[in-house]
């Protein structure tokens, strides 16, 4: 395990930290608005901290809070949690692919616990076998400013001005783009499906009946229906390298 | 009390989720179809959740689409993360000062 990446691990780590400052912030914005919710059904700052550690979820935990705030039962809160974070079973899956195959166990659960939307993306955007090291460092870094925009939420929602939220609530945004642009630069399937996705995604929160649907729950239905497509219609790698 | 109990529920159901398939899938998957299915995933993924999110995130629609716009340029010229990110944030304050 410890000579399949060429930097040591504390390198890896420092890697990691580096790539999740602008997650933290991004998260920072997104679990300060959290924040201000979870006061409003009854969460206190402790509950709020420990919940933004575990799940680390933009939609998974706003359905804790809203859960939490309809009273509802464990099943329903469980069934809820399954489906708003159902896409990253699909994430999960993906980084299978990119572990070394020697990876002990507690490093695969590690890595699974470490995913979020964006961590995945940053993540299995560096070349290579993943690395568990980074991970950990970005999880670290980002899941602070996850807990620290909850904290702050809860006991001091409302201090922020408006225009600095608004600033940081691209953050999560940016990055996104910075994890697919450079692949559609390199690859013109990647490219005109970046380009479906938005029209597609656009469509999906204006048009009757799927525009009522979660966001979390649209996004799994348009990841599963455009990549089921463009992979029938443009498998990748175009050759089999065996 | 109860609080701590639905959080839980949550953090059992969702870490499940998130290392399952990482501890189930110890082999490469051999399928064509399933390796390219899972190829495009983060792109599709990243992309529907950036748009039309991101113009909707800021006060005005209009800053939000101009941080899109630079962000793509600057994404598309290799900028790290970071960068890019702020670049996005600079762009959404800046242009707000000036509209709103």
């Not at chain 1, 490219?191 to 048009?207: E, G, K, M, P, Q």
């Amino acid at each position: 395990m410890s000579n399949i990446f060429k930097i040591s691990r504390k390198q890896a780590a420092l890697e990691g930290v580096k790539d999740g400052v602008p997650i933290a912030l991004g998260y920072f914005a997104v679990s300060f608005s959290l924040g201000i919710f979870a006061k409003k059904v009854g969460v206190d700052v402790i509950q709020g901290i420990i919940n933004s550690f575990l799940n680390h979820a933009s939609a998974g935990e706003y359905a804790v809070y809203s859960m939490i705030g309809a009273g509802a039962t464990y099943v329903e809160m469980a069934i809820m949690t399954l489906v708003v974070n159902a896409r990253y079973l699909l994430m999960s899956t993906a980084l299978s692919q990119r572990v070394h195959p020697d990876t002990p166990m507690i490093h695969r659960i590690g890595i699974g616990f470490h995913v979020t939307d964006e961590l995945f993306a940053i993540s299995l955007n560096k070349p290579g076998y993943v690395n568990p090291y980074y991970c950990y460092g970005a999880f670290m870094i980002s899941v602070f400013g996850w807990c620290a925009g909850t904290a702050i939420g809860i006991v001091a929602g409302g201090i922020l001005p408006l225009r600095i939220v608004s600033a940081f609530s691209v953050a999560l945004y940016g990055m996104f783009l910075a994890c697919i642009m450079p692949a559609a630069r390199n690859n013109r399937v990647v490219a005109i499906t970046i380009i479906c996705c938005f029209i597609l995604s656009y469509l999906a929160t204006v048009l009757p009946g799927i525009s009522q649907i979660s966001g979390g729950t649209r996004t799994i239905i348009l990841t599963i229906v455009i990549s089921t497509v463009v992979a029938i219609l443009f498998p990748y790698p175009e050759e089999s390298d065996e | 009390m109860s609080n701590y109990f639905y959080i839980l529920v949550a953090a059992l159901v969702s870490t499940v989720i998130r290392a399952l398939p990482l501890t189930v899938f110890r082999k490469p998957i051999k399928n064509q179809f399933v390796r390219s299915f899972l190829f495009y995933v983060p792109y599709v993924t990243l992309a529907v959740m950036t748009f039309p999110a991101m113009v909707n995130a800021t006060q005005s629609k209009i800053s939000g689409v101009l941080a899109l716009v630079c962000g793509t340029v600057a994404a598309w010229f290799n900028m790290s993360l970071f960068k890019v990110a702020c670049i996005c944030c600079a762009v959404v304050f800046i242009s707000e000062l000036i509209i709103l």
